[in-house]
């Protein structure tokens, strides 16, 4: 099946640091950037960060606002991809989802539309 | 950063009737427009990428259109179903961005 699966969301402190998983099955992981999309409580969609394929040596892309305190990475062997979030903050409470894209060189950007993604993982920030 | 304001903010609407949602850009993201479909308690569905071109398994009933600043969904006749939060997205530039969301809720 192909599928995106997050985990490693929970209830943890200001002021930590956390690290979120995604692992893919069912395609060729390697191909796809990952982006993370969270989602705080009763609000919309917010683009956090975007890590390349492998191709493009998984060099990476950051919201503003997240710059700096978040942090992506891929395993490729494992077909994992991460979000470490440093310096937890009580407006990070949110579900995350990791999304795929494939390369798309029309645009400026380069990346496709978000095609698959995952069920989510909940981060919740006790300050 | 481009700005993607999404309007109305909620919809409300009977099944079978016509639903018209908007989505404007700040500045052009071209065709670079995609549109997603969420339900409570689950994950966003893509339904349309590139301003007009529907996903996979998405129904007919879905049709996108538009470029430049200026984007519609247009969902030709509500089935029970499709009462849920559409948000629209540009991957044109950096960084991506979201729209703020439509509501459709059953009148």
């Known amino acids: 099946e192909v599928q995106l699966v997050e985990s490693g969301g929970g209830l943890e402190q200001a002021g930590r640091s956390l690290i979120l998983s995604c692992t893919g099955s069912?395609?060729?992981?390697?191909?796809?950037?990952i982006s993370w999309v969270r989602q705080a409580p009763g609000r919309g969609l917010e683009w956090v960060g975007l890590?390349?394929?492998?191709?493009?040596?998984?060099?990476?892309e950051y919201a503003a606002s997240v710059r700096g305190t978040f942090t992506m990475s891929r395993d490729y062997s494992k077909s994992i991809a991460y979000l470490q979030i440093n310096s937890l903050k009580s407006e990070d409470t949110a579900v995350y989802y990791c999304?795929?894209?494939?390369?798309?060189?029309?645009?400026?950007?380069?990346?496709?539309?978000?095609?698959?993604w995952g069920r989510g993982t909940l981060v919740t920030v006790s300050s | 950063e481009i700005v993607l304001a999404q309007s109305p903010a909620t919809l409300s609407l009977s099944p079978g009737e016509r639903a018209t949602l908007s989505c404007r850009a700040s500045?052009?993201?071209?065709?670079?427009l995609a549109w997603y479909q969420q339900k409570p308690g689950q994950a966003p569905r893509l339904l349309i990428y590139?301003?007009?071109n529907r996903a996979t398994g998405i129904p007919a009933r879905f049709r996108g259109s538009g470029s430049g600043t200026d984007f519609t969904l247009t969902i030709s006749s509500l089935e029970p179903e499709d009462f849920a939060f559409y948000y629209c997205?540009?991957?044109?530039?950096?960084?991506?961005?979201f729209g703020g969301g439509t509501k459709v809720e059953i009148k």
């Open positions: 069912g395609f060729s992981f390697d191909d796809y950037a």
């Open positions: 500045q052009s993201v071209s065709n670079y």
């Open positions: 999304t795929r894209s494939r390369l798309a060189l029309d645009s400026p950007a380069g990346w496709g539309s978000f095609d698959l």
């Open positions: 890590i390349r394929n492998k191709e493009y040596r998984g060099t990476t």
């Open positions: 997205h540009q991957r044109s530039n950096w960084p991506l961005t």
């Open positions: 590139d301003a007009s």
